[in-house]
């Protein structure tokens, strides 16, 4: 089978697509490509992708509501983030939503099982389970990975937020105390963010050809972590990968993996 991986960018420069696209090729003997960001589009269909991207915006943090129209001025500010004018910080998008608009607009003959689509986008994403909670990959066809969900989703140091908390009767912003965790936790235009993000690329490609989700090992690239201190030590760790991964990545890589 001649595979094929599809690598699009973000709505911002946050990370090197040409590092992950050379990451990717000493691993896999894949046709690799680099396109630009998937929301981009002519003019005449922006209001088209305003609207949808407006729909998919999370409504009430603990339940699900799909039967909305939505505002003038939540469609009027995709449209501003699809021009480049605005950047889009501090909404919530229902993950699943994001990834089935994706699907549409991706040509119909490129869903192809041989196909991997992965989709980096800087907005921050969310799945439903007690409540809404922010993710930075949406595993399946296509793989989304949140640029701001490496940010926003796992947690910081438990003292960071003591921190914030013993700061905050005194209106003091919690920017002041972040250098006293520098290291600890990513944050925006943080230069390892592409490092990170090679992790998240290798757990979608691996989950297309196995249907597992993550990995229980916290030295494992594939770890699923729900704290900064141990995303960044799955996604620098050496070696890279647990020994089982190691092996299915190897028979991925040769054509010859048929399952556990």
Known sequence: MNTHIYLYGPESE?????????????KFPFQIKIRDNIFSSSPEHTEFLAKELAKCRVRDICKKISDFEPLYG????????????????G??????DLSALIRKIIPTEELHVSNLHLVFTDRLIATL????????????IPVVISITGMIEAPAKPKEYYIAKQKLAPFGIPPETIKDQFKGRF?????????EIAKGYVMQGIVYHFTHEAFCENKDCRLYNAHWQEDMIHAQTSDPEFCERHKKIIEKIATGRYEGN
Do not use: N, P, W
């Open 14 to 26: 946050t990370i090197d697509l040409r590092e992950i696209r050379e990451y990717l090729l000493e």
């Open 74 to 89: 939540e469609i009027e500010f995709e449209k501003r983030v699809l021009t480049g004018k605005s950047r889009v910080l």
């Open 91 to 96: 909404v919530l998008y229902d993950g699943l």
């Open 129 to 140: 389970q007690d409540r809404y909670h922010a993710r930075i990959v949406i595993l399946g």
């Open 186 to 194: 990513i944050d925006y235009e943080d230069e390892r963010l592409t």
